[in-house]
């Protein structure tokens, strides 16, 4: 009889990946098949996330909780970018934790199942994770990763410390993997990458050299793929060339998520981002005038060491002038092992942001935010596009699917559809809700 997993996964597109990587390892070679019951599984598993202190300080509760209603000789393993960052801490302060795995190890999972009370978690180049995993959650839509770590070192950030330095996975690998989805059935496939356009700067061994926008291209050319996205590009590095590839290949959706993380020219220097915003609101001008249609999400922190007033106005702005389809906003986190937290703690550091000031900014933004979306959602209306429809409710006679640009809608049919991209003209709006038909 196979065992039961059941796998919590907090944070990013990396660490979904990851989980379904650790999934089909532990279907695979130790029988395990999931749960969505911890109280009946075998093995439970967290896949963390550290970029903010509140989920951190969140997983020892969580912890607790499990070790609560779980079977009495399950075990507890605790993977992801926390389990990188706070290694056997997590095992000298909580005994009910059986193995710590970081994030740049998932590929051993299947190993240390069998062992107790040890942490793996070094970020060392791990050969493994050059071997895809062959499990994706759908078959419509598979991921795949392009490239581990991050070699930016931006100043707020615990992911290089978390997740190691930046190596991209050879081409041709990425190629294959790509083709073995499309002959299974895969229409859509998402690249993930902290920073995907930095692609091809860095390979383990010696590789043919693409750039991310020629890779893109030869993945274009996989006869039978019908959709790429793509995850995390950085604002700096979209060049005229991606660009010009990213509006002109029909292949691409016209999706883009793009971290603004402020709107202030002087912050994101001391973010060390690399660019200004001007060159953010060029390269958002360039992507519009190319592709009138194209769906633009962001993230945001407020409240970053020394943001002042004029600088969160800056950020309004890029926000009024942009209206970004979809915004993660945060307030600041000092994590260790960055930059901005070494300035907080020297105690003569006065650019620390009061957090009442912090809380009302990115109230401020966020309900700006949602006025905006509000404005241009009846916009929507009447427009027509590509939707690859995703799954079928029987009973309410209902598909669901994604526009190319990256848009929820909901069509009433009597036939299920699931699989195909058809051209659907949105024809009711209900607050976020879209409905659709097929014309
Ligand atoms: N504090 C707040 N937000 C952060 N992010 C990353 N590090 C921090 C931090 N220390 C946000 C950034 C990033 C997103 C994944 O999380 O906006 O793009
Ligand atoms: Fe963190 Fe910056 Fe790397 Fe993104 S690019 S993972 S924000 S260091």
């Known amino acids: ?48 996330c550290s970029v903010r202190e509140k989920p951190e300080k969140k997983l020892f509760s969580e912890i ?50 069998h062992k107790d009370r040890v942490a793996w978690v070094d970020i060392d180049y791990d050969d493994s994770s050059y071997v895809f995993s062959q499990k994706q959650n759908s078959n419509l839509k598979g991921m795949i990763n392009i490239s581990i ?18 190596i991209s996975i050879p081409s041709d690998l990425i190629l294959n993997e790509a083709k073995r989805l499309v002959d299974n059935g895969t229409k859509e496939i ?24 020629q890779l893109l ?12 996205r793509f995850t995390s590009p950085h604002p700096l590095h979209m060049d005229d060339e991606f660009i010009t590839e990213f509006a002109t290949n029909r ?37 519009r005038s190319l592709m009138p249609n194209l769906s633009i999400g962001t993230d945001i922190i407020v409240g970053f060491p020394t943001e002042s007033e004029a600088d969160f106005l800056d950020t309004l702005d890029v926000l009024e002038k942009v209206r970004f389809d979809t915004l993660y906003s945060f307030i600041y986190s000092s994590r260790p092992h960055t930059e901005a937290a070494s300035w907080c703690e020297d105690e003569n ?17 966020k309900d700006r935010h949602k006025a905006i979306l509000q404005e241009d959602n009846a916009k929507l209306l009447h427009q027509i596009h590509s939707v690859l429809l995703e799954s079928y409710d ?33 024809c009711k709006i209900n607050g976020a809700q879209l409905m659709g038909e097929f014309i």
């Open 1 to 48: 009889m196979s065992k039961k997993l059941y796998i919590q996964t907090l944070g990013c597109a990396m660490n979904e990946r990851d989980s379904e990587h650790i999934i089909a390892e532990l279907e695979e070679k130790e029988n395990y098949s999931l749960t969505d019951n911890p109280k009946e599984a075998d093995l439970i598993l967290i896949n963390t």
């Open 349 to 365: 550091f006065k650019g620390l942001v009061d957090e009442e000031i912090a809380k009302e900014r990115l109230a401020i933004l």
């Open 251 to 287: 292949k691409i959706c016209k999706a883009i998520h793009m971290p603004l993380q402020s709107g202030s020219t002087a912050i994101l220097q001391k973010m060390k981002r690399g660019y200004s915003k001007e060159w953010f609101l060029n390269r958002v001008e360039k992507m």
């Open 64 to 113: 607790g909780q499990y070790s609560k209603i779980k079977k009495q000789d399950a075990k507890i393993g605790i993977c992801g970018c926390t389990a990188s960052h706070l290694g056997d801490k997590i095992l000298k302060r909580s005994k009910n934790v059986n193995f710590v795995l970081g994030a740049r190890n998932v590929s051993k999972i299947s190993q240390i199942i």
């Open 394 to 426: 029987e009973e309410n006679k209902l598909l669901e699917g994604r526009s190319d640009n990256n848009k929820l809608i909901r069509i009433h049919s009597l036939d299920n559809l699931v699989g195909k991209i058809l051209p659907v003209r949105i």
């Open 217 to 228: 291209h030869e993945i274009s050319q996989i006869e039978g793929l019908e959709r790429i």
């Open 190 to 213: 998402l690249l993930l990458g902290q920073n995907v356009n930095n692609y091809g700067r860095r390979f383990s061994t010696e590789h043919k050299k693409i750039n991310f926008t």
């Open 149 to 166: 770590g991050c070699d930016k070192k931006c100043t707020y950030c615990i992911v290089p410390h978390t997740r190691g330095n930046e």
